[in-house]
């Protein structure tokens, strides 16, 4: 066990910065401090980065620290703590670590036994769901869907037994092929699309997934979805028609049957049992 009191030690520490989703007076007199007095800045894009800093007049020394270069960045970051120095990571908005670079970078400062402290701020995940008019609590965050069609629709086949209200991120060219599958797997729940958050063109979109699909394609911007948690005691038949494929692809790839099975049962939420009879029931035909 590791147990860090953030306020009652002396050792060098990490600061997670929240930043601005759009509107730049949400950022918070402590997060500004902080920037000012860390000894180095990890920035996701140091070019809008340095837009910020420059706004709020903090002339700390800005290092780069992205998804392509985290490994070794984070080594760098490490050792700048291993110095004495203090760090605070910020994202390009919104959280660091919340479909954003800094989970690689969190696990080897705290394995190394330094401080990782938060600074709160500006969320899209949960203005978009206190203002989409669905239940608040529980929540689940997904953030984005994998881009192939298969990988996500067996996501999606995993998602739709939950009761929780499911928020998802998607890009603005996608929202529409997203809430097709969504509509296919989960069937037509409520759901709210926020889009430009804290922005002038700030936009809620209330209404079920049909409604929402009218009218996606000619969205822009930042997009947040929220979709309505499944209220049926009883889900319809599940298709299996894709199972015995993504079976198949499992051993293709050198696992056994019973571990393609089970794996296929955790992606898709189909019970092992039913993946089972169904496979070796096409296999015998």
Same mark, same amino acid.
């Given at each position: 066990? *590791? *147990?860090?009191?953030?306020?009652? @030690?002396? =050792?060098? !520490? ?9 509107n730049l007076n949400e950022m918070t007199p402590r997060a500004?401090?902080?920037?000012? $007095? ?25 290092? %780069? ?6 490994? $070794? ?5 490490? $050792? ?39 600074? %709160? ?35 999606? @086949?995993?998602? +739709? ?12 060219? =996608? ?13 037509? =729940? ?8 804290? +922005? =002038? ?29 499944? &209220? ?8 299996? %028609? ?10 293709? @790839?050198?696992?056994?049957?019973s571990q393609a099975i089970r794996k296929v049962s955790e992606? !898709? ?11 070796? $029931? &096409?296999?015998?035909?």
């Amino acid at each position: 066990m *590791r *147990r860090q009191k953030s306020f009652d @030690n002396d =050792r060098p !520490t990490c600061y997670l910065v929240a930043t601005p989703i759009g509107n730049l007076n949400e950022m918070t007199p402590r997060a500004i401090e902080i920037l000012k $007095q860390v000894d180095v800045i990890a920035a996701e894009d140091t070019r809008n980065t340095m837009k910020l800093l420059t706004h709020f007049q903090i002339e700390t020394r800005m290092i %780069s620290h992205h998804e392509h270069n985290e490994t $070794q960045s984070a080594n760098g970051i490490v $050792q700048m703590l291993e110095n004495g120095q203090n760090v605070a990571l910020v994202s390009d908005a919104g959280y660091p670590l919340i479909s954003d670079p800094g989970e690689h970078l969190v696990k080897k400062i705290v394995e190394a036994g330094f401080n990782v402290v938060p600074i %709160s701020g500006s969320s899209a995940v949960l203005d978009a769901l206190v203002a989409s008019g669905l239940s608040p609590q529980p929540f689940l965050f997904f953030g984005f869907l994998p881009v192939s069609d298969k990988e996500c629709r067996a996501q999606l @086949n995993q998602l +739709k037994a939950y009761p929780y209200t499911v928020i998802f991120y998607e890009a603005p060219h =996608r929202i529409q092929k997203t809430l097709k599958k969504i509509h296919e797997v989960f069937g037509d =729940r409520n759901a709210c699309i926020a889009r430009e958050l804290t +922005k =002038r063109h700030e936009e809620f979109l209330r209404g079920t997934l049909s409604e929402l699909i009218e009218v996606a394609d000619e969205l822009k911007g930042e997009i947040v979805l929220v979709v309505e948690g499944n &209220k049926d005691e009883h889900l319809p038949d599940v298709d299996l %028609s894709e199972v015995n494929e993504m079976i198949t692809s499992y051993i293709s @790839n050198g696992i056994s049957a019973s571990q393609a099975i089970r794996k296929v049962s955790e992606e !898709t939420g189909i019970s092992k049992n039913e993946i089972y009879s169904h496979f070796h $029931q &096409k296999g015998q035909s």
